[in-house]
């Protein structure tokens, strides 16, 4: 058993790990307060203006939506790996997976700045001045919104990962961290989560038709 | 201390039913299937999501508190959905009263009257 140190408020090392994830479940549940609204904000847009819906979402870039879908659900496979390595003792491996995690974050938010660049030249960023019907313009005010929203996170869960890479290099027990990066973990996964029902209601509404 | 092997089979193959789900939720939105397109893909996705909170996130072993908190998230996403919806199913949707005639004359939301 690898001994952390243990903060005055609690008795012992697994009760402050369990506080610990309890802790992070609490935000990651906040978090998912936050996101709602805008899941919430679509559905009624699906249901009232489903044809702009379907129309809208036949604009965007299934093929880069796709790519970067895989992309994260990997990312979040590295990571799983690094806590899981982490919490065996084998640092290294663990700092390579974050590494591969990272390279991963930054590809996706590359991709989706070129899907952005693509969407902003083709004119559906919605506004004063766009030329696409109001419920076309809704829906990409919901798309907008979302992955925006979704990459802020990212970008935090980047920044985090590689806070915990550099760390691991440079600490003399780099195994103490390991209870931290189950959680930082835990918060990557959640944006990959966020991302999985993002991906199917903006890029595959009516494919078909 | 003896290092244990990390369990990166076990993660491999969860990654690889996500991603054959992918493969699956991408090739049947191409499919002609109606409503049923939008039921396979959120259906598609909640089974991702669950893979991941299951394994990925450690939900599998993770004390009585931790699930119960997991599971008090959705279902509050639940009520307050819920509550809202029953708002907008018996709203109609007439513009605002105290909106200016020029705003209404422009105010068409794709094929909706409003």
């Keep these: 058993m690898i001994t952390l140190p243990v903060a005055p408020q609690f008795s012992t090392e697994i009760q402050q790990h369990r506080a610990a994830t309890l802790g992070m479940w609490v935000f990651l549940a906040t978090e998912l307060m936050f996101f709602g609204p805008l899941f919430l904000g679509y559905g009624y847009g699906r249901l009232h203006l489903s044809d702009a819906f379907a129309a809208g979402s036949r604009e965007t870039d299934v093929v880069l939506g796709t790519v970067n879908t895989g992309i994260l659900l990997t990312s979040s496979f590295f990571v799983a790996n690094a806590v899981d390595a982490l919490e065996r003792g084998a640092h290294r491996f663990a700092a390579i997976m974050l590494h591969a995690a990272i390279a991963l974050g930054i590809a996706f938010l590359a991709i989706k700045g070129i899907e952005y660049s693509n969407d902003w030249q083709e004119g559906l960023f919605p506004g004063a001045g766009s030329a696409l019907p109001k419920g076309e313009q809704y829906f990409f005010l919901l798309y907008f919104a979302m992955t925006g929203l979704h990459a802020a996170h990212l970008i935090i869960g980047i920044a985090i990962l590689l806070a915990f890479a550099v760390a691991l290099g440079r600490v003399a027990d780099p195994v103490s961290l390991s209870a931290r990066l189950r959680v930082a973990g835990l918060y990557w996964h959640f944006v990959d989560a966020v991302w999985i029902f993002l991906y199917p209601i903006l890029y595959l509404v009516e494919r078909s038709g | ?114």
């Design chain 2, 1 to 114: 201390m003896k290092h244990r092997k990390p369990p990166v089979r076990r993660n491999a193959v969860i990654l690889a039913v996500l991603l054959l789900l992918l493969a699956a939720s991408v090739g049947s939105a191409y499919l002609r299937l109606g409503v049923w397109n939008s039921a396979a893909n959120l259906t598609i996705a909640a089974v991702k999501a669950l893979l991941v909170a299951v394994f990925f996130m450690h939900l599998r072993d993770a004390s009585a508190l931790v699930r119960m908190t997991a599971a008090v998230a959705l279902f509050m996403l639940a009520v307050l959905f819920g509550l809202s919806a029953t708002d907008y199913r018996n709203r109609a949707d007439d513009p605002a009263p105290w909106q200016m005639p020029r705003q209404l004359s422009g105010a068409q939301w794709g094929q909706s009257s409003w």
